[in-house]
C-alpha cells in the first residue's frame, strides 16, 4: 500500500466540513431505506399470517358444511333413522376430536299445526336410550313447526328435545326459506353454547327431503320436506383452531358479521383489552363468507412484535456504516486528488490488473465453453439413460399390468358386467399411460437416433408434419451415417427440433425445407421457411435463448451457424460441422486463475 503523504488537509478546511455533511446525508438515507425495508418485510410477514388465518377459517367453515352435508346424506339413504342409529353415527365422527368447535348435531322435525297432535304423539311414544319425556316447547299454536327430535352428543343438551326453533321469527324465516329453496342457511343469529356459555356460537341447517318425491318447485318442495339437520359451533373455537401456532402472540383477531342492518355483531375478540390500533400498528381487514353473509376478520399487532432483534438494529447499523463509508470514501477521493504521482501509479497498477483481468477472463470464457460442451453432452447421455430405464422398467412394468387387466376383463365380461366395466377403463388408462411413456421417451431421445443421423431427421419431418399440418421437404445427399458420432448426430438433431418448433411457434410458415449434405469432410443442414422472418429485436430479446443456444451448441462442435431472414419474409438457418470433430474433454479442467 502506497504511503500516505505527509501533508493532508486539517478539518479546519471547509472541504472536510463538506465530506462530513455528505457522509451525514448518506448514512440518514440509508438509516430511512434500512427502517422502510425492516418495516416492509414485517408487513408481508402479518400479511402472510392473517391471510393464512384467513384461510383457515374458511377450510373450517367448509369442513363442518361438509360435515353437515354428510349428515343429510345420512338422512336421505333410505331407511329409518332412529336415536340409536343416530347416536352411533355422530359417535363415529368423533366431535372432540376431528370437529373441536362443533357443539352438537342435530334434527328438526317440520310439519304443520294440522298434525301437530299425530307428531307429538308419535315422540311421546318413543321411550329408548336417555332422552327425557316429550315435551315441546315453547308452548303455542304456530302455522308451522320445527322441533328438535334428534339430538347428539344428549349429555347437557337434554333441555332442548322438544325445542321448536321455529318459534323465533328470524330463524323461522331462515328455516322455512331454505326449505323452499333447497340450501343450506344459516339464520346469522348467534346461539347460546352449553360448553362454552360465554361463546358467541352459531347454527347451520340444510333440508332433508322424503325419498323418491319430486322436489323440483316451491309446492313440491314443501311436501316433501321431513325436517333439517343442522349443527351448532363455537366462534371462538373455530377461530382459535384457525390460529393454529401463531408465532406473533400480540396479534389481535377480531371477527364480526358485518350483514347485519344496524350495526355489526361481535362475534370473536382474542385481545379485548387491547388498546385501539395506531399508527404504530399493522392492520389488515379480510371477508369471510359463511352461507350467504359477509363476515370480516380484522387484525392488528404492534409492528415492534414482529421485529427481531436484528431487525431492531439493522437501520443503526446501516446509516452508521453508510456514515462512516461516505466519509472514508471522501477522505479518499480527497487523498487522491491531492496527489497526481499517486494517481498516475494507481492508473498504471489499474491497467496491468485489467489487462490480466481481461486474460483471466477469456481463459474462464474458454474454460466455460469446454464445460458447457462438457454439460450438454451429459445431458444428452442422461436423457438417453432416463429415455432407456423408463422403456426397460416402466414399459415393461405397464405392459405386464396390461396383459394382467386384459385377462381381467375377458374372464368377467359374462359373469360380472359391472367389474368388467370397470376393468375395460381400467385397461383404456393403462393404453393411455403407455402412450403418455412412449411421448416421453420420444421426448428425452427419440430412440430413432439409434438408426442414424437421416432416419431420425426424417422421422422429426414426418412427427413435424403430423403436429403443425405445414408440408415439408426434406433433401439429402451423401450422408454416411458411419462417419457421424453420436454427439454429433444429437447436435444436429436438437438444432433441427429447435428450428422447426420456432417455425410451427412464430414463423406462419406454409412450407419448409430441409437439406442434410455431407461433402469435403463437412456435414451441412439447412432449415428455410417462407414465413415471415425473424426481426432484429426478437433475436435479441431478453429471455430468448433458442437462436442463440442453436449457435453455442454448433460452436462448441468447431462449426459454424447463420441464421438469415430474408427481405422478401422467410428464414434460413444454416449449419455445418467437420466430419469427426472431437470436444475436448471437460474433466481436466481446473478453476485455477
Not at 99 to 124: K, L
Amino acid at each position: 500500500m502506497s504511503r500516505v503523504p505527509p501533508h493532508l488537509p486539517t478539518l479546519s478546511k471547509p472541504l472536510w466540513w463538506l465530506g462530513i455533511a455528505l457522509a451525514l446525508g448518506v448514512g440518514l438515507g440509508l438509516h430511512t431505506l434500512a427502517t422502510r425495508s425492516v418495516e416492509s418485510a414485517a408487513g408481508e410477514r402479518f400479511d402472510n399470517q392473517a391471510r393464512n388465518t384467513q384461510f383457515n377459517i374458511n377450510a373450517s367453515i367448509k369442513a363442518y358444511t361438509d360435515v353437515l352435508r354428510a349428515a343429510a346424506s345420512y338422512f336421505q339413504a333410505g331407511g329409518e333413522v332412529t336415536r340409536e342409529t343416530f347416536h352411533r353415527y355422530v359417535q363415529g365422527l368423533d366431535l372432540e376430536r376431528n370437529y373441536p368447535a362443533i357443539d352438537n348435531i342435530n334434527f328438526a322435525e317440520y310439519y304443520s299445526d294440522a298434525v301437530r297432535p299425530a307428531a307429538e304423539t308419535r315422540q311421546q311414544a318413543f321411550t329408548d336410550l336417555d332422552y327425557p319425556p316429550f315435551q315441546r316447547h315453547p308452548a303455542g299454536v304456530r302455522r308451522e313447526y320445527a322441533v328438535l327430535t334428534l339430538i347428539e352428543p344428549l349429555s347437557g343438551f337434554s333441555d332442548r328435545y322438544g325445542l321448536d326453533i321455529a318459534a323465533r321469527p328470524g330463524v323461522a324465516e331462515a328455516l322455512f326459506a331454505a326449505r323452499d329453496q333447497g340450501v343450506m342457511s344459516s339464520s346469522g343469529q348467534p346461539i347460546p353454547l352449553r360448553s362454552a356459555p360465554s361463546h358467541v356460537g352459531m347454527a347451520i341447517r340444510i333440508p332433508i327431503y322424503r325419498s323418491g318425491m319430486p322436489t323440483r318447485s316451491v309446492a313440491e318442495r314443501r311436501a316433501a320436506c321431513i325436517g333439517s339437520v343442522g349443527l351448532g359451533f363455537s366462534v371462538p373455537r373455530l377461530v382459535s383452531a384457525a390460529l393454529g401456532e401463531m408465532p406473533v402472540q400480540a396479534m389481535r383477531v377480531v371477527l364480526r358479521d358485518s350483514s347485519t342492518a344496524d350495526k355489526p355483531t361481535l362475534l370473536f375478540d382474542s385481545r379485548p383489552n387491547a388498546p385501539a390500533a395506531s399508527s404504530d400498528h399493522f392492520t389488515l381487514d379480510l371477508p369471510v363468507q359463511f352461507h350467504g353473509r359477509t363476515w370480516r376478520a380484522w387484525f392488528s399487532v404492534p409492528k415492534h412484535a414482529l421485529y427481531s432483534r436484528f431487525d431492531q438494529f439493522l437501520p443503526m447499523l446501516a446509516g452508521s456504516l453508510g456514515f462512516v463509508a461516505s466519509a472514508l470514501l471522501y477522505a479518499l477521493f480527497f487523498t487522491l486528488a491531492s496527489s497526481r504521482r499517486r494517481a498516475v501509479k494507481m492508473a498504471r497498477a489499474m491497467t496491468r490488473e485489467l489487462r490480466d483481468s481481461q486474460a483471466r477472463l477469456q481463459l474462464s470464457h474458454h474454460r466455460l465453453r469446454r464445460l458447457a460442451a462438457h454439460a450438454d453432452h451429459i445431458k444428452e447421455e442422461e436423457r438417453k439413460r432416463i429415455a432407456r430405464e423408463i422403456h426397460d422398467d416402466l414399459g415393461q412394468n405397464l405392459l405386464a399390468l396390461r396383459i394382467e387387466a386384459d385377462i381381467l376383463a375377458t374372464r368377467t365380461e359374462k359373469s360380472h358386467p359391472r367389474l368388467h366395466a370397470r376393468a375395460r377403463a381400467t385397461l383404456h388408462q393403462i393404453d393411455n399411460t403407455i402412450r403418455s411413456v412412449r411421448h416421453i421417451i420420444n421426448d428425452l431421445r427419440p430412440n430413432v437416433l439409434d438408426l442414424g443421423l437421416s432416419a431420425a431427421v426424417e422421422w422429426q419431418i414426418a412427427q413435424f408434419r403430423q403436429r403443425s399440418g405445414i408440408q415439408c421437404e426434406f433433401v439429402e445427399d451423401g450422408i454416411a451415417d458411419h462417419g457421424v458420432d453420436d454427439h454429433c448426430a444429437t447436435a444436429f438433431f436438437r438444432v433441427l427440433q429447435e428450428s422447426l418448433s420456432n417455425i410451427h411457434q412464430h414463423a406462419a410458415a406454409s412450407a419448409v425445407r430441409v437439406e442434410l449434405h455431407q461433402s469435403h469432410g463437412m456435414l451441412r443442414m439447412t432449415i428455410s421457411d417462407n414465413g415471415i422472418g425473424i426481426k432484429t429485436a426478437c433475436r435479441h430479446k431478453a429471455g430468448s435463448f433458442g437462436l442463440v443456444g442453436i449457435e453455442e451448441r454448433i460452436s462448441l462442435l468447431g462449426g459454424n451457424c447463420s441464421i438469415n431472414s430474408l427481405a422478401h419474409g422467410g428464414t434460413t438457418v444454416s449449419i455445418a460441422v467437420p466430419v469427426g470433430y472431437r470436444v475436448a474433454p471437460a474433466d481436466d479442467m481446473r478453476l485455477s486463475a
